[in-house]
């Protein structure tokens, strides 16, 4: 596609339901990264996927988060037992291997409310 | 470990000023750094995006500078306008870690 698609925008639960987060990147784009961006904070690095390996996942804040990749594209991330600090707004974004230009294409981000 | 300030927190001009947005970073060893914009409700715009080599980068009205040995970097943006009211992210990427270590971003609002 011509940009970074996320669904849903937003997204209101349940405490202790489960989610799924969604990432379209840019067709031909290797990496992709997900980021979580909390109220007042900022931006918090999550897992990053090179092809379908997540490299480093180093950011996810606990066993109740995963993330998948299929195909080199989609990407979920899934959100399991869902508690109220897990509200955020949820960032996808891609980049080739190596741009040497822009960097990353971020999406328009998923507003998780845990209520 | 990196970690990433912005200063100001928020700032307010009147339409027509020139201004500097501040990032100061703790790890003088990144890859890169990335000024990005981010709109209420939206997504991350990439502005401008200064390799580790680099000393500026330049687009349009705005110019990004870049002093590795002190941990500084400065977006400034010449005769402000409405338009450019956002929140402005500074990111680092260091080495070879593929992800971006972040600042809390300065909210920008200019006044007409």
């Known amino acids: 596609g011509a940009g970074v698609s996320q669904s849903p925008s937003n997204k209101v639960t349940e405490k202790g339901k489960d989610v799924e987060l969604r990432c379209d990147p840019i067709?031909?784009?290797?990496?992709l990264y997900w980021y979580r961006q909390s109220l007042g904070q900022g931006l918090e690095f999550l897992i990053y996927?090179?092809?379908?390996?997540?490299?480093?996942k180093s950011g996810l804040p606990s066993d109740r988060f995963s993330a998948e990749r299929t195909g080199g594209s989609v990407s979920t991330l899934t959100i399991q037992r869902t508690q109220q600090e897990d509200s955020a707004v949820y960032l996808c974004?891609?980049?080739?291997?190596?741009?040497?230009?822009?960097?990353?294409?971020f999406g328009s981000g998923t507003r998780l409310t845990v209520v | 470990k990196q970690e990433v300030t912005q200063i100001p927190a928020a700032l307010s001009v009147p339409e027509g000023e020139n201004l500097v947005l501040n990032c100061s970073f703790t790890?003088?060893?990144?890859?890169?750094l990335q000024w990005f914009r981010q709109d209420p409700g939206k997504g991350l715009t990439s502005l401008l995006l200064?390799?580790?080599s680099q000393r500026e980068q330049t687009s349009g009205r705005l110019n990004a500078s870049l002093d590795k040995s002190s941990g500084r970097s400065t977006l400034y943006i010449a005769a402000s306008q409405p338009g450019d009211s956002a929140t402005y992210l500074c990111?680092?990427?260091?080495?070879?870690?593929?992800?971006?270590?972040w600042g809390l971003g300065t909210s920008l609002a200019v006044n007409p």
């Open positions: 974004a891609s980049s080739l291997e190596w741009t040497g230009g822009r960097g990353y294409t």
């Open positions: 067709s031909g784009h290797t990496a």
């Open positions: 996927f090179q092809g379908n390996s997540a490299p480093d």
């Open positions: 790890d003088s060893a990144i890859y890169n």
């Open positions: 200064i390799q580790s």
């Open positions: 990111a680092v990427r260091t080495g070879n870690n593929r992800k971006l270590i």
